[in-house]
C-alpha cells in the first residue's frame, strides 16, 4: 500500500461528528480523526474479506462451558480432532469450580473456520461463545 497521503473531506450531522470525535477522544493521545478514519476503513475491509468463505483467514473461537456437562469435554476434544489441520492452538483456562473458558486459534478458509466455530458453539453444554475472525 501506497504511503502517499491524499486528503479528502467527509460531510455529517455535528451530532454524528460530536459522538465520533468522543471516540477519536477515547482511544487516546496518540489517535486523530485521520488515523481513527483510517482504523475503521482497514476493519471494514478485513471484514468484508472474511465474508468470502474461500478467503484465507486467522480465528479465534471464544467459548464458556461448564465442564461437568455430561461428556462435553470428550466431545469438544473430538470436533478439534477432527479438524485438526485448522485447530492452531488452544488455551483452556478455569473459571470457577464449575466453568471453564477456552480460546481456539483456528486457521483456513472463512468458510470452514465458521463451520467449524459453529459445530463448537452448537455443541450442548457450550454456553456462549464468539468467533473473531482476521486476514494477514
Do not use: W, Y
Not at 474479506?49 to 469438544?76: R, W, Y
Amino acid at each position: 500500500m501506497s504511503q502517499d497521503l491524499v486528503r479528502f473531506s467527509i460531510a455529517m450531522p455535528q451530532d454524528l461528528l460530536d459522538e465520533f470525535d468522543a471516540l477519536v477522544a477515547r482511544r487516546g493521545l496518540a489517535q486523530n480523526r485521520s488515523e481513527v478514519v483510517r482504523d475503521l476503513v482497514r476493519a471494514a475491509l478485513v471484514e468484508e474479506e472474511c465474508d468470502d468463505p474461500n478467503a484465507s483467514v486467522m480465528g479465534t473461537l471464544t467459548i464458556v462451558f461448564n465442564h461437568h456437562a455430561s461428556d462435553l469435554q470428550e466431545k469438544l476434544d473430538h470436533i478439534q480432532h477432527d479438524h485438526f489441520g485448522q485447530i492452531v492452538s488452544t488455551m483452556h483456562v478455569h473459571l470457577d469450580a464449575h466453568n471453564c473458558l477456552e480460546v481456539i486459534v483456528l486457521r483456513g478458509a472463512a468458510g470452514l473456520v465458521q463451520e467449524i466455530a459453529d459445530r463448537i458453539l452448537g455443541t450442548k453444554g457450550v454456553k456462549h461463545g464468539k468467533l473473531v475472525l482476521t486476514t494477514a
